[in-house]
């Protein structure tokens, strides 16, 4: 009878402290702290006091298998929060649970991110795992206003991390954000890892968002967005350096892989490894295309410098562009006191073992703005499969829009059915494979203000005889060796504008072209061919 009324009297009590099997940490059941875990009561204070109670000597706060209904929670250093299987923590449908923060960091977001399900500043250690969910229920919050930054500011994210060093999400599933549904913000040393996300609850629906973090590892995560998937961003004076993206899945009406939609502090050492870019199961479109816009794009477009990237082994299913590669001048403040920024820069990016298709026609482009050329580009063993289609050829130089938000469909349709190069110096091209699947009446690239560039080993198809494969303005050093041409061609090469030179055409196939260049008299001054193989 006493052992029966001590347990009775232990199970009373606001909390329970077990030991893991070295007894050397706390875990603590939130129902233990009043939570009720069924849904309808709102379990916000409860579980804030078993977070905070396990923030004094740090340790596990346990979800067991419930529905627990909660507004805004704020984590503590040294608190890992496991949602067990058969548990999931909803938001609560009403703004007025959420509390309002503001970051000490200066960053573009804090004129619009005031609230969160999940919330932590200047924490250590922190983390979240387990089998469980946590679904945002964001549909229940409605945009009110297409005025910015109004329409963000009644919608909370899931997560949102800032200034915190050592935090681990891994193997949760997330549903269903009111906005973003995770922002990472200055933190230093992150792992996310096999993360669930389904979010197509609402508008801004990204998967997540790495801002101005250092050290940081994404890997075998799945998500399927009607905004961004993986996205990169710079919105304060930190720069985003150090990240590895690596076996994930991703699905998104908008983009695959994205960095640099903001650019303030900038972007250094990103490798990207093993991703596959495939369409949305969710057929009902908020925001972008229902294949995707793009699969991968790198902009910068607020200042900050974008170098040493290095992406790899991708499939791309779906989205209208494989690529999108822009330096821009938008010139956006991170802050009302900032000063404006000037023009950003990219440098030393290479994209290799990529496989397209299922794309539109729009075509893939790297274009950086006059006098401020993107420098170092790789292009190697990449294959892309267009669907053809386009009857007339467009303006060969398109507006070069440098204020514009960086779109990639936003010329429309480009003047080169594969890739459209502008303003880009050291561009090195090797194992480049490009088609279309019915007749297409553009070329198949076109270069302008290109400096120092190499098209190595690589094929096109062409499908109008009276159309050239590639097409050069005010191209400086180009050498073409070890390719070819499929189908019929007018020429290989045609010359427009004034300034190019020094192109070399070496050791080619181009039996579908009738010539080398247009017009003929280039041959010889302007261009220098030797050993190609010709229509006889």
């Known amino acids: 009878m006493n052992n029966i009324l001590t347990a009775l009297v232990m199970l009373s009590l606001p909390m329970q402290i077990s030991f893991s099997q070295d007894g050397s940490q706390h875990i603590l059941d939130v129902r233990h702290f009043g939570a009720k875990g069924d849904g309808n009561a709102l379990d916000t204070k409860a579980i804030q006091r078993a977070v905070d109670s396990c923030g004094v000597s740090g340790g596990i706060v346990v979800f067991p298998p419930g529905r627990y209904l909660t507004g805004s929670i704020e984590l503590r250093s040294n608190v890992a929060i496991e949602i067990q299987r058969g548990a999931t923590i909803f938001g609560s ?19 619009f991110q005031r609230h969160s399900l999940l919330y932590a500043e200047r924490q250590k250690n922190i983390s979240i795992f387990g089998d469980g969910t946590i679904n945002g229920q964001g549909s229940n919050f ?18 949102r991390f800032v200034e915190c060093t050592n935090v681990s999400i891994r193997d949760i599933t997330m549903e269903s954000s009111g906005s973003w549904m995770q922002h990472y913000l200055a933190c230093d040393g992150l792992m996310l890892r096999g ?99 793009s699969g991968i794009s790198l902009e910068v477009v607020d200042g900050g410098t974008m170098e040493e990237v290095a992406i790899s082994n991708v499939v791309i ?113 090797r194992g480049l494979e490009m088609s279309t ?18 098209i190595l080993d690589s094929h096109f198809q062409m499908s109008a005889a009276n159309m050239s494969a590639i097409v050069l303005n005010g191209v400086n050093g180009l050498t073409m060796s ?12 045609k010359l427009v504008g004034e300034g190019c030179s020094a192109i070399v055409v070496t050791g080619n196939a181009l039996r579908a072209a009738s010539q080398v260049c247009d017009p003929p008299a280039a041959l010889g001054s302007v261009v220098r061919a030797s050993n190609n193989d010709m229509k006889r």
């Open 93 to 111: 449908p009403s703004i007025a649970d959420y509390f309002e923060r503001v970051p000490a960091l200066k960053s573009y977001n804090n004129s």
């Open 142 to 159: 409605k945009v009110l206003t297409k005025e910015r930054p109004a329409r963000y500011m009644n919608r909370p994210y899931v997560i």
């Open 317 to 429: 299913d779906g989205p209208d562009v494989p690529i999108f590669v822009r330096l821009g001048n938008r010139g956006r403040k991170h802050w009302e006191g900032a000063e404006k920024p000037g023009i950003g820069s990219m440098r030393n990016i290479s994209l290799n073992h990529i496989e397209a298709h299922n794309v539109k026609w729009t075509g893939c482009s790297i274009t950086g703005l006059p006098d401020h050329q993107i420098d170092g580009i790789t292009l190697s063993d990449i294959r892309i499969s267009y669907p053809g289609g386009v009857e007339s050829m467009p303006d060969v130089a398109p507006a070069e829009l440098p204020e514009q938000y960086p779109e990639a469909t936003m010329w429309g349709t480009l003047p080169s059915y594969g890739l459209f190069v502008r303003h880009v110096r050291n561009l090195h091209v």
């Open 482 to 493: 070890g390719s070819g041409l499929r189908g019929t061609a007018q020429s290989l090469l």
């Open 195 to 293: 993360l669930k996300v389904m979010n197509h609850a609402n508008l801004n629906n990204d998967m997540m968002d790495i801002d101005g973090c250092r050290n940081v590892v994404i890997s075998d995560c799945t998500g399927d967005t009607d905004d961004d998937a993986i996205t990169l961003k710079s919105t304060s004076e930190r720069v985003t350096q150090n990240v590895t993206i690596t076996n994930c899945i991703l699905s998104s009406h908008c983009n695959g892989i994205k960095a640099g939609t903001e650019s303030t502090g900038g972007f250094r050492n990103i490798t990207v490894n093993n991703v596959i870019i495939r369409p949305s199961v969710e057929k009902n479109v908020r925001s972008g295309e229902p294949g995707g816009i």
């Open 437 to 454: 699947s019915t007749a297409d009446m553009r070329p198949a690239m076109v270069f302008a203000d290109v400096v120092e560039s190499s």
